[in-house]
């Protein structure tokens, strides 16, 4: 049944009219997918992640990215791969069910209709993953949805 409240399609950064990035997100991370410029050997490509900062590109060249995220995220835990020329970077949130309006700081922000799309789906995962063997997939929210993170008490730890 979590299946049912993931992610439905990915949102989309662009910088003009290229696209910079696409991401989702769970309660528990952000996954930002990167295309990858064809004809370059994958051990070229490098992504260092830090507790509140990105950086992707080229081995010998300017990154790609180099920005502040949005929020912490758990360095130990958060990791990248390439598979079919797609640089994938898992960021594990240090605050579990807090909404991320992007993954970078000041860039691609949501609009506010997607953002409180993102916060709802989140609040449901929410109320999936603390009682099982419930469907929330079709649970609609009247008025404004609470915050995740913080709502009754808030997320309880593992």
């Excluded at 180099?66 to 390439?82: A, E, G, M, Q, R």
């Excluded at 993102?118 to 063997?133: A, D, I, S, V, W």
Aim: proline content about 7%.
């Amino acid at each position: 049944m979590a299946e049912k409240l993931a992610p439905e399609k990915r949102h989309s950064f662009f910088h003009g009219s290229q696209k910079v990035f696409e991401w989702d997100q769970t309660l528990e991370e952000v996954n930002m997918y990167i295309n990858l410029p064809p004809n370059v050997f994958s051990k070229l490509f490098y992504c260092k992640i830090q507790s509140k900062h990105l950086e992707v590109g080229i081995k010998g060249n300017p990154p790609y990215l180099n920005h502040d995220l949005y929020s912490n995220v758990k360095t130990d835990s958060s990791f990248w791969t390439i598979e079919d020329d797609i640089l994938h970077v898992t960021l594990q949130k240090r605050d579990k069910g807090q909404t991320w309006p992007s993954p970078i700081q000041g860039q691609g922000q949501l609009d506010p209709m997607a953002a409180d799309i993102e916060q709802k789906r989140l609040m449901l995962q929410r109320f999936q993953e603390e009682n099982p063997g419930f469907d929330f997939s079709q649970a609609q929210f009247s008025g404004n949805c609470p915050d995740p993170r913080t709502f009754m008490g808030g997320i309880k730890s593992d």
